[in-house]
T-cell receptor, first 115, second 115 residues
């Protein structure tokens, strides 16, 4: 069965610094997708970045990059040049590609960016 | 704005009652997913519909049911409500129903409070 583990309940970072949010996953499938979502205090879930298991290069989207280490089954999110607006909950999620598209989420990491 | 709409935004009701949550997917998306986010269970997949047909079921209680209509909007019906059903209910949509790199876009959620 799929499982996502986010071991950092909370992280602090100063504005303009980079921060890494950890995510490890467990699956027996060879083909899967990994996602990061941001949930601000307003509650909505905002898609940030996607990495496919067969993608050879790490995904990047603006200030977000995904450090994908397949052998270690980790998919860490790196946020560069943190901004105050980055303060939010961050969820890592996985979808196995052999079946339906349901997402399995981790427990989330609360990021607080200080001035 | 993800393009997914959900109504109502907030819902307060009493135990034993029945409520209906509504979701309109992004234009062109045929798949709709429902997720529940609660403090004790985290984010959990409930059910998926594709073009009007149920495709996958997750941890959905028997008191809950859903459907997707010909115009592709979806409704989640929650009956015999209990205090523990208080949660944020998300609808998400994507283009297809089988995996293939299509990310799911989430609506703003409906916050249900059962008193």
């Amino acid at each position: 069965a799929q499982k996502i583990t986010q071991t950092q309940p909370g992280m602090f970072v100063q504005e303009k610094e980079a921060v890494t949010l950890d995510c490890t996953y467990d699956t027996s499938d060879q083909s899967y997708g990994l996602f990061w979502y941001k949930q601000p205090s307003s509650g909505e879930m905002i898609f940030l970045i996607y990495q496919g298991s067969y993608d050879e290069q790490n995904a990047t989207e603006g200030r977000y990059s995904l450090n994908f280490q397949k052998a270690r089954k980790s998919a860490n999110l790196v946020i560069s040049a943190s901004q105050l607006g980055d303060s939010a909950m961050y969820f890592c999620a996985m979808r196995e590609n052999t079946g339906f598209q349901k997402l399995v989420f981790g427990t989330g990491t609360r990021l607080l960016v200080s001035p | 704005d993800s393009g997914v709409t959900q109504t109502p935004k907030h819902l307060i009701t009493a135990t034993g009652q029945r409520v209906t949550l509504r979701c309109s997917p992004r234009s062109g998306d045929l798949s709709v997913y429902w997720y529940q986010q609660s403090l004790d269970q985290g984010l959990q997949f409930l059910i998926q519909y594709y073009n009007g047909e149920e495709r996958a079921k997750g941890n959905i209680l028997e008191r809950f049911s859903a459907q997707q209509f010909p115009d592709l909007h979806s409704e989640l019906n929650l009956s015999s409500l209990e205090l523990g059903d208080s949660a944020l209910y998300f609808c998400a949509s994507s283009v297809a129903w089988l995996a293939g790199g299509n990310e799911q876009f989430f609506g703003p959620g409906t916050r249900l409070t059962v008193l």
